[in-house]
């Protein structure tokens, strides 16, 4: 009776997780496409003394944010504010931290929708899934670094070129949220290890 229940509660599911799983497979993509424009593009901008894009033909209302969208800034705004010399790095500086975040949470798509194809799939115990999940808590433990050094480079940028230094300072710390979702990752990972051992032996006393 309760075997019947779990199956119809994993049906349930499924439904769920075949939606899920699309969307992350769409963010994975989309996030592939946009580091193989974004990354090049950045690298060559940071190099090139040949260049200069004028901002001021951006749209007024792109306003970007940081610091977890604490901090918001108006890159159309940004031409009369400061010099070209500044705008254009801080052009650079936002490439890079879209791809930084791009490349982070692309990565945790790719694994993400290889557990929900379990689930979808009626076999959420699995050991790959194990080793899924076990990335992903890496994934968000080392993206808390490279996040959080984004976020202080960024806010550096904007804070040298409105001429603030004397004002106000960075404080870099590491993302504490994806710190804490990486353990919980972790913790996961292990609890899904237990559940494919106990998978496995009752696969094996039928």
Do not use: C
Not at 1 to 10: A, D, G, K, Q, T
Not at 88 to 106: E, H, P, R
Not at 139 to 156: E, K, P, R
Not at 185 to 194: A, T
Request: aromatic fraction near 12%; charged fraction near 10%.
């Amino acid at each position: 009776m309760i075997f019947i229940r779990s199956v119809e509660y994993l049906k349930k599911y499924s439904k769920l997780a075949k939606v899920l799983r699309i969307l992350a497979q769409v963010v994975y993509w989309l996030s592939a496409v946009a580091i193989a424009i974004l990354l090049p593009l950045a690298i060559y901008l940071s190099v090139s003394k040949h260049w200069f894009i004028s901002i001021s033909v951006l749209p007024g209302n792109l306003r970007l944010g940081y610091i977890d969208g604490v901090i918001r800034y108006n890159l159309a705004l940004a031409a009369g504010a400061v010099t070209p010399e500044h705008a254009n790095a801080i052009l650079v500086q936002i490439l890079f931290s879209i791809v930084v975040f791009t490349a982070v949470y692309g990565a945790i798509s790719f694994f993400l929708s290889g557990v929900l194809k379990t689930i979808e799939n009626g076999e959420p115990f699995q050991r790959n899934n194990a080793r899924r999940i076990f990335f992903i808590g890496l994934i968000f433990l080392g993206g808390s670094l490279f996040v959080g050094t984004a976020q202080a480079s960024a806010a550096n940028v904007i804070i040298h070129a409105m001429r603030l230094t004397e004002a106000l300072t960075v404080n870099y710390s590491a993302n504490s949220i994806m710190i804490v979702a990486g353990l919980l990752m972790l913790i996961l990972s292990g609890v899904f290890r237990y559940g494919s051992y106990l998978q496995e032996e009752y696969d094996a006393t039928l």
